[in-house]
């Protein structure tokens, strides 16, 4: 069984448009977040959410948007793509903020 | 501002001997550390993790050192073993506050030669 799901894994798209990952974790845990991998393979943080509200929210342009349904999905809608945004999105969760988290696969998002 | 660094980016060492992979961090509201190992194509998996409490933690092959005073956090492979090939990242978390989480590193690519 898959603990932290993303799809899709990859994701290639024209400059302008409007995408969304999802997340799925089935750990039961209460804190899930969002990171982008650029291309100097740095990992940031993006956003945190527990028990569906954000608690994190790092400088991150707001065409990104995330949405928590419940608890067990966060999902990422990327509004205008832009060619920076081009990267690998890594969604992950923790049974509380801060503590151990479980990654998922990883979206690769190319934009064009 | 890169609150926690990995100031090596690969290490290459030979199956059977120490790998020791560095991190320093400067926040001193970091109190909880951990290192997560990530191979190609998939996400970072925890490792090990230790305490402020703690200046080392051991699981089997892995040790974690911790330098509070010196903010500064090492991981020791021994044996090292070519599945271990992979990228390590350092991470730091103050769990006091809430709403923490954690801050990592940029990974170190760790190469083990058959």
């Known amino acids: 069984d898959t603990a932290v799901s993303q799809t899709p894994k990859y994701l290639v798209t024209q400059m302008g448009n409007d995408k969304s990952i999802k997340c799925e974790q089935n750990?039961?845990?209460?804190?899930m977040y969002w990171y982008k991998q650029d291309s100097k393979k740095f990992l940031k943080i993006m956003f945190s959410y527990n028990n569906k509200e954000l608690i994190i929210n790092e400088t991150v342009p707001n065409r990104f948007s995330p949405k928590s349904p419940d608890k067990a999905h966060l999902n990422l809608h990327i509004n205008s793509l832009e060619l920076g945004d081009s990267a690998v999105y890594f969604c992950?969760?923790?049974?509380?903020?801060?503590?151990?988290?479980?990654f998922g696969p990883g979206t690769r998002l190319l934009v064009l | 501002d890169q609150q926690v660094k990995q100031n090596s980016p690969s290490l290459s060492v030979q199956e059977g001997r120490i790998s020791i992979l560095n991190c320093d961090y400067t926040?001193?509201?970091?109190?909880?550390f951990l290192w997560y190992k990530k191979y190609p194509a998939e996400g970072p998996t925890f490792l090990i993790s230790?305490?402020?409490?703690?200046d080392k933690n051991e699981d089997g092959r892995f040790t974690v050192f911790l330098n509070k005073s010196a903010k500064h956090l090492s991981l020791h492979i021994v044996p090292s073993q070519p599945g271990d090939s992979a990228v390590y990242f350092c991470?730091?978390?103050?769990?006091?506050?809430?709403?923490?989480?954690?801050?990592f590193g940029d990974g170190t690519t760790l190469t083990v030669k058959p």
């Open positions: 230790i305490s402020s409490i703690k």
């Open positions: 926040n001193s509201m970091f109190d909880y």
């Open positions: 992950a969760s923790s049974l509380k903020g801060g503590e151990t988290q479980y």
């Open positions: 991470a730091a978390s103050a769990t006091r506050v809430h709403a923490g989480k954690s801050t």
């Open positions: 750990l039961g845990h209460d804190t």
